[in-house]
């Protein structure tokens, strides 16, 4: 190896031969400024820690965006996609916190600030181009989170539409990185002052949000407030203060940036007055996002919740009607071509039954409910969520089988006989690969023994000689049983007809363990 | 000549130490030396100059700007070139990141302009060849190069060199007194240093500092007639002498006031600073 180690130096043009002191280079004092925190950033990309969560970052987006999760992401809500885009990049900012800490230290560390005291650029200014290091990062933040949402908007199935201001707090908590880390350095000069500073401020945020139980204008004083519940809500449900939240982020970097430079001797009238239009906006800021829901937002939550008919649109395909949230229309088309394929295997009056598909929510509770949806009480009625794509097709498809066998929602809750063969069959008899299916919409990913099935309200429960029915039958070409199912319906979708009895009735073993013979109820 | 420094009453206390007393001078174009013992007050002065401190009075001018005002102050450190005594360096910066570190702290914003120039000085230290190389990994003589280079870039006009030999092995040493003395072509520089042979080859000025004060101003050879016959010979230490010292041929070197009949020698610059010092323990090292 070379005994030169050397470092990458990006250096302009070579010389050519002997060349005269440089002449009249100081045009202007913010061009200094810019130059070396140009300089800042590029020793900062050298570190290899922002080097590691830089990269962990892109792949963790990349990940995020190309692993497909098997078909869920392809109908992103893109209210929650710009959301989502705000927790990522905090690692990074945590990483570059730390950096910026210690880069702004480097003189004091190594004993370089009294010979640097007295060249021309002063401290505050070399504090400012060290905050200002942190920008190409947030601009690549930037990037990285308009790459992720347009990839997203982009999707056909995609619903709704994203919030610049959402998408701009990923960015912005990297800028609050740096100028934090500035006025740390700056406030308490030793490194080692940064590990209990971000041990203080993590346990000091559990407490307030621990102490508080929640309250709305606390929480919202955390750069990044993330609220994510079970199912997406309509955008005008949402209720998110992300504008003034933005305006608060802005005023808080510049305050503390300001203030960092107060401390460190820049005590310019501009200086001075920008302190206070950045004290100023974000107390505007704080306001703004303070107040929390509205009264009008939580009468529109609970009006979309308990009577979404009053706010939703609704189409007709073929014999039955859809009806979605504004946002969600684009979508009853995929709900209709699920239903027609499930209603086509039906026998009896099932085949010819009008459903009516009703997108629900529950959004009583707030962005952060997880509750599960009640299942629908009038008759015909098929719930279906507001996520799509993925397993939530094959579940949609159980909950279309189960209003079709039983009637109706809550009834398909008391399912726990040999009719959840049928309802299984139904549901996934036309998929082309039926026992995959199977293992995806099952809660236990498993296609043995007893288990769960899942559907947008109530789950369908089976028991294992019902499974191994529904496996025989899924493993045969479904033209084969179709004229089975349509001849024997009445008897396949009695609640008195036994798991034995209906392997018989469609020409699969007879299954010999517990449970095949008898009548089973909810109640045993 | 217009002088490129003037500096009239500049005094500073540390606490009830006088640092600098009543100082006034005058620096023109070429190298002075600045010689004294530990506690003179050089690097005092120094600093004083280079604006890294204010002076409780007294004022000074580099090339016409007053430090006293803030505009004048950032004219003066645009003017400026510092070394300081004991410099630091961040040792995971290449020669040339450092060098370009510093330039971009003297404002020179143009990117293009800027690494001609920083090429340009680490080529007039000698030191292009490893610019590349982090500076942890360069000698000591390397890192006062670089130091040199830091102080260099941007050509200014007033170059202060705060013992910049120290520390260096005898061929190191040569090769930065050269540096200096190009250095010194078109610009005003103020050597600090121990070293009186520094003073003898490269300054065309110097002055002595005792105590705070200037004891004296002038040139090398000023500084050496000072001692035309009072330097001799004995073959043991003359208690009547100011200094002795025993030579290497084991005869001993007086200064003072020769007895009558005493075998004189032809007089030094180091003979000339020891009388100045006047009886001040000296540190010199030839």
Redesign the interface.
């Known amino acids: 190896m070379s005994e030169l180690v050397t470092r990458t130096v990006v250096e302009e043009a070579a010389p050519t031969g002997v060349e005269p002191p440089a002449q009249d280079l100081h045009p202007n004092r913010t061009r200094a400024v810019i130059a070396l925190a140009r300089f800042e950033a590029r020793e900062l990309l050298m570190q290899i820690p922002v080097l590691v969560f830089l990269l962990l970052y892109v792949a963790y987006t990349g990940w995020g965006m190309f692993n497909g999760r098997e078909g869920m992401d392809d109908y992103p809500v893109l209210h929650d996609v710009d959301r989502s885009t705000q927790t990522a990049p905090l690692l990074l900012a945590l990483v570059l916190f730390v950096s910026i800490n210690r880069a702004v230290l480097r003189s004091r560390r190594q004993g370089t600030d009294r010979h640097f005291d007295v060249l021309v650029m002063e401290p505050w200014r070399r504090s400012l181009a060290h905050a200002l290091s942190a920008v190409p990062f947030a601009v690549f933040t930037a990037l990285v989170v308009g790459f992720e949402f347009t990839w997203a908007a982009l999707k056909p199935g995609a619903v709704g539409h994203g919030s610049l201001a959402e998408l701009l707090v990923g960015p912005l908590s990297i800028l609050l990185a740096g100028a934090l880390g500035v006025l740390v350095a700056r406030s308490i000069p030793f490194t080692f002052a940064v590990p209990p500073f971000v041990i203080g401020m993590y346990v000091l945020t559990t407490l307030v949000a621990a102490s508080t139980q929640g309250t709305h204008w606390v929480q919202w004083l955390a750069p990044v407030v993330t609220e994510e519940g079970a199912h997406p809500f309509p955008s005008d449900l949402l209720g998110r203060p992300a504008a003034w939240h933005v305006l608060y982020l802005v005023g808080l970097i510049v305050l503390l940036l300001c203030l960092a430079l107060l401390i460190n001797g820049g005590r310019t009238p501009r200086i001075k007055a920008i302190t206070v239009l950045a004290l100023a906006v974000m107390a505007q800021g704080i306001a703004g996002q303070a107040p929390g829901d509205s009264a009008a937002l939580i009468a529109a939550r609970a009006k979309a919740s308990a009577t979404p008919e009053k706010v939703q649109t609704c189409v007709a395909h073929e014999r039955s009607t859809y009806c979605a949230y504004p946002e969600w229309t684009g979508q009853t088309a995929d709900w209709a071509e699920v239903v027609q394929r499930v209603q086509s295997l039906a026998g009896g009056p099932a085949s010819a039954e009008r459903l009516t598909v009703r997108q629900r929510v529950d959004a009583r509770s707030g962005l952060e409910s997880d509750s599960a949806l009640e299942p629908a009480k009038a008759p015909g009625v098929v719930t279906v969520g507001t996520r799509w794509g993925g397993n939530r097709i094959p579940e949609f498809a159980v909950g279309v089988a189960s209003v079709l066998v039983t009637g109706d929602e809550t009834s398909s809750g008391e399912v726990c006989d040999a009719r959840s063969v049928i309802i299984m069959w139904l549901a996934l008899g036309s998929e082309s690969h039926p026992l995959t299916m199977l293992r995806h919409v099952r809660l236990d990913d498993s296609i043995t023994g007893g288990g769960l099935a899942l559907a947008p309200t109530n789950p369908v429960s089976m028991n294992a000689a019902q499974t191994e029915v529904i496996k025989e039958l899924l493993q045969k070409p479904r033209y084969s049983v179709i004229p089975k199912v349509k001849a024997h319906w009445a008897e396949l979708t009695s609640p008195k007809t036994t798991t034995a009895q209906v392997a018989q009735l469609l020409g699969v073993p007879t299954p010999t363990g517990p449970g095949a013979l008898s009548v089973k109820t909810c109640e045993e | 000549m217009t002088p490129t420094v003037s500096a009239s009453g500049l005094t500073l206390r540390y606490g009830g130490t006088v640092a600098l007393d009543d100082v006034s001078l005058r620096l023109s174009e070429g190298v002075t030396g600045l010689l004294g013992p530990n506690g003179a007050g050089k690097t005092t002065l120094l600093r004083v100059l280079?604006?890294?401190v204010p002076a409780d009075r007294g004022a000074f001018t580099v090339l016409g700007h007053d430090p006293g005002t803030t505009s004048g102050r950032?004219d003066v450190?645009?003017a400026?070139g510092?070394l300081?005594q004991t410099?630091?360096?961040?040792?995971?910066?290449?020669a040339?990141?450092f060098v370009?570190?510093?330039a971009?702290?003297?404002?020179?914003?143009?990117?293009?302009?800027?690494?001609?120039?920083v090429?340009?000085v680490l080529?007039a230290v000698d030191l292009s060849d490893?610019?590349?190389?982090?500076i942890k990994?360069l000698s000591g003589g390397m890192r006062q190069r670089v130091g040199l280079a830091?102080a260099l870039v941007?050509?200014p006009g007033f170059l202060v060199l705060d013992e910049p030999t120290v520390g260096l092995d005898p061929e190191q040493r040569m090769r930065f007194r050269e540096l200096i003395a190009e250095s010194g072509v078109g610009r005003t520089v103020l050597l600090s240093t121990h070293q009186t042979e520094d003073v003898a080859m490269l300054c065309h000025r110097v002055i002595v500092m005792v105590r705070g004060s200037i004891r004296f101003e002038g040139t090398p050879a000023e500084l050496t007639a000072r001692a035309a016959g009072r330097v001799w010979s004995s073959t043991a230490r003359d208690p009547g002498a100011r200094a002795g010292w025993r030579t290497g041929t084991g005869s001993f070197r007086n200064v003072g006031d020769p007895p009558k009949g005493a075998d004189l020698l032809e007089p030094t610059l180091e003979d000339g600073y020891l009388l100045t010092l006047d009886g001040e323990p000296a540190e010199v090292a030839a």
């Not at chain 2, 410099?87 to 290449?94: M, T």
């Not at chain 2, 490893?130 to 982090?134: A, I, L, S, T």
């Open positions: 280079a604006t890294a950032l450190r645009r400026l510092y300081p410099p630091a360096f961040h040792p995971d910066f290449s040339f990141e370009d570190y510093v971009i702290l003297k404002e020179l914003t143009d990117r293009s302009a800027r690494h001609r120039e090429r340009r080529e490893v610019r590349g190389k982090r990994r830091a941007g050509d």
